[in-house]
């Protein structure tokens, strides 16, 4: 063939191929285009699920805001703040082959990154699979296969009062797994956290950061059976599991959505953006007419749980996960009085030859027995209270054990806490009138979360109080002035039981403000200077002895507002073991209180301070008894004290009446009171 013909042949060759791949390329375009068009007609953007898969919300002034804060969550640049924008350009992104960028091992195309988006957009725009980017999701279809999802549980991890970030409970989602020979326990559980380390972290610090947003929350997945370790084994905590009645197809639907959101963060907000309001995000995309977000604005884990059974049909089963503590709780009460001897005496040294070298007894339960130690030792274990040498007990027992034919019926147990749902809602509003020293009163008062010590126990840990962003003021009759009588930033209070079984701290932190009263010393000093002009000027008698009338008609007490903060550590004491109700408890306490105010030459003072309360328990009535003494005498000013006495009826769980006495230092008073709490 002649040069002429081969260049003419090259030339047709190059043509054939450019023409038909800018061809091929005029089309995709032009169906993006067309896809593109399609969406502004229908304007999908504003679809709720749309919304809700990118998690949108409104701010103030009427605008879209993710409340995503990773740029890795969105395909455009304006995708946070623009939801048209996001939808148009995933549209684009969805159907254009791309490859990894250099070194991204780790790269996916975003079709197989937001499964669900695409899954949605190509339903609502009924695009043919032909369209998409042709591209291997092979990792995902592997993740989504190993889940099988098929049904949800919500978990609720009960409070937990010795770790900071468990004082409000704690909700994670369980997947349960369409294959029926898989074990619960090895299912899968979703878990939403600030990305921080409570252990390694100062309280104080790590309650402030995550108060106001300074940990990203992530997304994570476990084996469920490492959070019923470490919930139930570890922490002490008792687990409510409660079914969802979701059908397959939603269920599959949010775990999609929640391949979507590995990479994601939000930052994380204790009262909240926590936990439980990222969980009702993932429930929401399930089931679009639900609407959990709305309303509160403080999301508390036992009041989220209210929620789900407040849809009807919902929720259609629930479970209590005993905590390793509650189970132990619960065999001790089912023990007889010989059992009872036996099991204290081994708990007292591990010395368990009061169990293995005891003759056959057919009062005693000898295989229920070592079952309980062998939960005991590992109990205390955990808790970090287990001399060394119990570890060669402890497999001593579990040989003397493994010999032995099981002799008890290990079931039928009453849960030692009740379910979150049946207890009074965490937040609060105050109603008193009453009487003191300084006059008459009215007031009120308000509590953003959680507990308080006067409240019913149900659904919350007994004798314990979790106060966060709580304060009372009054109007007294005779000042005719609003006054602070009390803000608490946060109040902690737990008084668990002493006893064989754990040597646990009581401990009490308070942090904002109290209410002391003083004389007024201005006018001692006017009623001084008055004297000795009667004296020095006997002309002036008449008016002297006016003013000093005028004085003692005048205020001899001020009340003032302290700024406070106060802890104290201590035991308490309680029957925990017998089985019926838990009457009484008793607590003793010691540790110190910083006061501030102008009327201390310093400003501020540290002092000791004891402190004891009491507390007797009936059902829909409750007495509290509580002393604190404040050794303020170091410095050369009086002591204070602070004695309250109060008693409770509850009308319902979330209505209940008060009558409530204190005594202080130049101060008595008395008062009643209804608490509405919702």
Same mark, same amino acid.
């Given at each position: 063939?002649?040069?002429?013909?081969?260049?003419?042949?090259?030339?047709?060759?190059?043509?054939?191929?450019?023409?038909t791949?800018?061809?091929?390329?005029?089309?995709?375009?032009?169906?993006?285009?067309?896809?593109q068009?399609?969406?502004r007609?229908?304007?999908?953007?504003?679809?709720?699920?749309w919304?809700?898969?990118?998690?949108?919300?409104k701010?103030?002034?009427?605008?879209?805001?993710?409340?995503?804060?990773?740029?890795?969550?969105?395909?455009?640049?304006?995708g946070?703040?623009n939801?048209?924008?996001?939808?148009?350009?995933?549209?684009?992104?969805?159907?254009?082959?791309t490859?990894?960028?250099?070194?991204?091992?780790?790269?996916?195309?975003?079709?197989?990154k937001?499964?669900?988006?695409?899954?949605?957009i190509?339903?609502?725009?009924?695009?043919?699979?032909?369209d998409?980017a042709?591209?291997?999701?092979?990792?995902?279809?592997?993740?989504?296969?190993?889940?099988?999802?098929?049904g949800?549980?919500?978990?609720?991890?009960?409070?937990?009062?010795?770790?900071?970030? =468990?004082?409000?409970?704690?909700?994670?989602?369980?997947?349960?797994?369409?294959?029926?020979?898989r074990k619960?326990i090895?299912?899968?559980?979703?878990?939403?956290?600030?990305?921080?380390?409570?252990?390694? %972290?100062?309280?104080?610090?790590?309650?402030?950061?995550?108060?106001?947003?300074?940990y990203?929350?992530?997304?994570s997945?476990?084996?469920?059976?490492v959070?019923?370790?470490?919930?139930?084994?570890?922490?002490?905590?008792?687990?409510?599991?409660?079914?969802?009645?979701?059908?397959?197809e939603?269920?599959?639907r949010?775990?999609?959505?929640?391949?979507?959101?590995?990479a994601a %963060?939000?930052d994380?907000?204790?009262?909240d953006?926590?936990?439980?309001?990222h969980?009702?995000?993932?429930?929401?995309?399930?089931?679009p007419?639900?609407?959990?977000?709305?309303?509160?604005?403080?999301?508390?884990?036992?009041?989220?749980?209210?929620?789900?059974?407040e849809?009807?049909g919902?929720?259609?089963?629930i479970?209590?996960?005993?905590?390793?503590?509650?189970?132990i709780? #619960?065999?001790?009460?089912?023990?007889?009085?010989?059992?009872?001897?036996?099991?204290?005496?081994?708990?007292?040294?591990?010395?368990?030859?009061?169990?293995?070298?005891?003759?056959?007894?057919?009062?005693?339960?000898?295989?229920?027995?070592?079952?309980?130690?062998?939960?005991?030792?590992?109990?205390?274990?955990?808790?970090?209270?287990?001399?060394?040498?119990?570890d060669?007990?402890?497999? #001593?027992l579990?040989l003397?054990?493994?010999?032995?034919?099981t002799?008890?019926?290990?079931?039928?147990?009453?849960?030692? %806490?009740?379910?979150?749902?049946?207890?009074?809602?965490?937040?609060?509003l105050?109603?008193?009138?009453?009487t003191?020293?300084?006059?008459?009163?009215?007031?009120?008062?308000?509590?953003?979360?959680?507990?308080?010590?006067?409240?019913?126990?149900?659904?919350?840990?007994?004798?314990?109080?979790?106060?966060?962003?709580?304060?009372?003021?009054?109007?007294?009759?005779? =000042?005719?002035?609003?006054?602070?009588?009390?803000?608490?930033?946060?109040?902690?209070?737990?008084? %668990?039981?002493?006893?064989?079984?754990?040597?646990?701290?009581?401990?009490?932190?308070?942090?904002?403000?109290?209410?002391?009263?003083?004389?007024?010393?201005?006018?001692?000093?006017?009623?001084?200077?008055?004297?000795?002009?009667?004296?020095?000027?006997?002309?002036?008698?008449?008016?002297?002895?006016?003013?000093?009338d005028?004085? =003692?008609?005048?205020?001899?007490?001020?009340?003032?507002?302290?700024?406070?903060?106060?802890?104290?550590?201590?035991?308490?004491?309680?029957? #925990?073991?017998?089985?019926?109700?838990?009457?009484?408890?008793?607590?003793?306490?010691?540790?110190?209180k910083?006061?501030?105010?102008?009327?201390?030459d310093?400003?501020?003072?540290?002092?000791?301070?004891?402190?004891?309360?009491?507390?007797?328990?009936?059902?829909?009535?409750k007495?509290?008894?509580?002393?604190?003494?404040?050794?303020?005498s170091?410095?050369?000013?009086?002591?204070?004290?602070?004695?309250?006495?109060?008693?409770?009826?509850?009308?319902?769980?979330?209505?209940?009446?008060?009558?409530?006495?204190k005594?202080?230092?130049?101060?008595?008073e008395?008062?009643?009171?209804?608490?509405?709490?919702?």
């Amino acid at each position: 063939m002649p040069v002429k013909s081969y260049s003419l042949f090259i030339i047709f060759i190059l043509y054939s191929i450019f023409g038909t791949f800018s061809s091929a390329h005029a089309t995709d375009t032009e169906k993006i285009q067309e896809y593109q068009k399609l969406t502004r007609t229908k304007k999908l953007w504003e679809d709720r699920y749309w919304i809700l898969l990118l998690h949108y919300t409104k701010t103030t002034f009427g605008n879209w805001v993710s409340e995503a804060d990773s740029s890795s969550f969105f395909l455009s640049g304006e995708g946070r703040k623009n939801p048209e924008e996001e939808l148009l350009h995933s549209i684009q992104t969805f159907m254009t082959e791309t490859s990894a960028p250099p070194g991204e091992e780790n790269w996916m195309h975003p079709v197989c990154k937001f499964p669900e988006r695409k899954r949605w957009i190509q339903e609502k725009l009924s695009i043919p699979d032909s369209d998409f980017a042709k591209v291997d999701c092979g990792r995902f279809e592997k993740w989504f296969a190993t889940l099988n999802p098929k049904g949800a549980k919500i978990i609720f991890a009960s409070y937990y009062m010795n770790a900071p970030a =468990s004082i409000f409970g704690h909700t994670l989602l369980k997947i349960d797994s369409g294959d029926p020979h898989r074990k619960e326990i090895l299912e899968y559980s979703v878990n939403y956290a600030a990305n921080a380390d409570p252990e390694s %972290t100062n309280a104080i610090v790590y309650s402030i950061l995550g108060l106001f947003g300074g940990y990203p929350g992530t997304f994570s997945l476990y084996p469920y059976y490492v959070k019923i370790a470490e919930y139930n084994d570890i922490e002490s905590r008792d687990l409510w599991e409660y079914e969802l009645d979701l059908k397959e197809e939603e269920v599959r639907r949010m775990t999609r959505h929640l391949w979507e959101l590995g990479a994601a %963060t939000f930052d994380y907000y204790f009262l909240d953006e926590n936990c439980s309001y990222h969980l009702f995000s993932l429930i929401e995309v399930a089931r679009p007419s639900l609407h959990l977000r709305d309303k509160a604005p403080f999301v508390i884990p036992g009041d989220t749980v209210k929620k789900y059974i407040e849809q009807e049909g919902l929720v259609k089963d629930i479970k209590y996960r005993p905590s390793l503590h509650s189970k132990i709780i #619960q065999k001790l009460r089912k023990m007889n009085e010989d059992e009872r001897d036996i099991y204290e005496n081994v708990m007292k040294n591990g010395n368990i030859s009061f169990l293995t070298n005891k003759e056959p007894d057919p009062k005693i339960r000898t295989s229920f027995l070592s079952d309980t130690i062998l939960d005991s030792f590992r109990y205390k274990k955990a808790e970090g209270d287990s001399p060394k040498e119990w570890d060669q007990t402890y497999k #001593q027992l579990l040989l003397f054990r493994s010999k032995l034919p099981t002799d008890y019926e290990d079931s039928g147990y009453s849960p030692i %806490t009740q379910s979150p749902h049946v207890g009074h809602g965490s937040s609060a509003l105050y109603n008193e009138f009453g009487t003191s020293s300084l006059g008459n009163f009215v007031g009120f008062g308000y509590r953003a979360a959680v507990h308080d010590l006067l409240n019913t126990d149900q659904g919350y840990i007994p004798n314990s109080s979790v106060d966060y962003f709580s304060f009372k003021a009054r109007y007294y009759q005779d =000042s005719k002035k609003l006054h602070l009588e009390e803000f608490h930033l946060i109040r902690l209070l737990s008084l %668990t039981p002493y006893n064989s079984l754990g040597r646990s701290i009581s401990y009490f932190v308070d942090s904002g403000a109290d209410s002391s009263v003083y004389k007024n010393k201005g006018n001692q000093e006017d009623r001084k200077l008055l004297e000795w002009q009667a004296i020095l000027r006997p002309e002036d008698l008449s008016y002297t002895l006016y003013r000093l009338d005028d004085i =003692s008609k005048s205020e001899k007490y001020e009340r003032v507002t302290n700024a406070n903060i106060e802890t104290t550590l201590g035991y308490s004491f309680q029957d #925990q073991f017998s089985e019926g109700p838990k009457r009484f408890l008793f607590s003793a306490q010691a540790g110190a209180k910083v006061r501030y105010n102008g009327k201390y030459d310093t400003n501020a003072v540290v002092a000791p301070q004891i402190a004891a309360y009491w507390i007797a328990n009936f059902d829909s009535f409750k007495a509290v008894l509580s002393l604190h003494y404040y050794t303020f005498s170091i410095y050369g000013i009086p002591d204070d004290y602070k004695a309250q006495l109060g008693f409770r009826y509850a009308i319902h769980a979330n209505h209940e009446l008060r009558l409530e006495a204190k005594a202080q230092r130049n101060y008595n008073e008395a008062s009643f009171s209804y608490v509405y709490q919702f």
